[in-house]
């Protein structure tokens, strides 16, 4: 069974766009994102991120786990990243970190730049996700397919990311159907004793049923295309999308600010900023 994902932007400004518009929108803004370490500039994508974000009308409270998910991942990254450097700093040397004190047992020195560094990562990848957002909620399912297609994507790559697309809640329905089918047996597999591991293993009876259950439905999508004559020509969409001027402002817009961060960046503009109060602090 081939299911569809929410769409919650139904409806929305963003919504309305061009499906190849968060697409488009979402790689200048990674390139654009990756190139700065400036918190003082990020701070100002994240805020015009955060405008685009709320173009889209996504309802937090049907995204809240996902984004707490996102936040707290980003921020263990963040965290352990900061942790395995040593307190090394990209192009810093160690004779001119600023330490503020050293983490216990490790010995990691957490310096001014490193404090900057993290702080700095954490609002690049928040930007990350604010852009990000839309692309996986703000695009009709149907959509995604042809968008990738107009953009010049090969047709198999692009159905292949629209069936996955597709496939993802499917198989979280399946997994709950499995689950429920096991409860009724009698096995509930959230509840007993024992650590991680054993957890683990009580899952081997919702896990062995649902891969199956994948490889199955897999194995008949793929004969219902190859029935359909799938990959012998050009493949055709019934979908027809066209840029209007909104569409055009927003892509413009994109790819000025990509241009103008690239050129900065070249002239040596964007790079790490230190926070003056923790050169204070580090005695500087």
């Known amino acids: 069974?081939?299911?569809?994902?929410?769409?919650?932007?139904?409806?929305?400004?963003?919504?309305?766009?061009?499906p190849r518009v968060p697409l488009v929108v979402g790689v200048l803004a990674a390139a654009t994102v990756i190139q700065l370490w400036d918190i003082r500039i990020v701070s100002v994508l994240f805020v015009l991120g955060q405008a685009y974000y709320r173009t889209a009308s996504i309802p937090f409270r049907l995204v809240r786990r996902?984004?707490?998910?996102?936040?707290?991942?980003?921020?263990?990254?963040?965290?352990?990243?900061?942790i395995l450097t040593g307190g090394a700093i990209g192009d810093f040397?160690?004779?001119?970190?600023?330490?503020?004190?050293?983490l216990p047992l490790l010995g990691t020195p957490i310096s001014a730049e490193s404090l900057s560094y993290g702080a700095?990562?954490?609002?690049?990848?928040l930007t990350f996700i604010t852009i990000g957002f839309p692309i996986a909620y703000a695009i009709a399912p149907s959509d995604l397919g042809p968008a990738l297609a107009r953009l010049r994507i090969p047709e198999k790559f692009a159905f292949g990311v629209d069936l996955t697309y597709r496939f993802i809640p499917s198989l979280a329905g399946d997994l709950q159907e499995t689950i429920d089918a096991q409860r009724v047996r009698g096995y509930e597999w959230d509840k007993g004793r024992g650590g991680?591991?054993?957890?683990?293993?009580?899952?081997?009876?919702?896990?062995?049923?649902?891969?199956?259950n994948a490889i199955v439905g897999a194995e008949d999508t793929i004969d219902a295309?190859?029935?359909r004559g799938f990959g012998t020509g050009r493949r055709s969409w019934l979908r027809e999308l066209a840029y209007d001027?909104?569409?055009?402002?927003?892509?413009?817009t994109a790819l000025a600010i990509f241009f103008a961060v690239t050129i900065a960046s070249l002239m040596g503009l964007t790079k790490l900023w230190v926070f003056p109060p923790l050169l204070t602090l580090a005695g500087e």
Request: proline fraction near 6%.
């Open 66 to 82: 996902q984004w707490a998910f996102a936040v707290l991942f980003v921020s263990i990254l963040v965290l352990v990243n900061t």
């Open 93 to 102: 040397d160690r004779s001119d970190l600023h330490p503020l004190f050293y």
């Open 120 to 125: 700095t990562q954490l609002l690049r990848f």
């Open 196 to 212: 991680p591991i054993a957890r683990v293993r009580r899952t081997v009876p919702l896990i062995v049923p649902l891969t199956m």
């Open 245 to 252: 001027r909104a569409d055009r402002a927003l892509l413009l």
């Open 1 to 18: 069974m081939i299911s569809t994902p929410r769409y919650l932007g139904r409806g929305s400004w963003l919504g309305s766009r061009d």
């Open 225 to 227: 295309m190859d029935l």
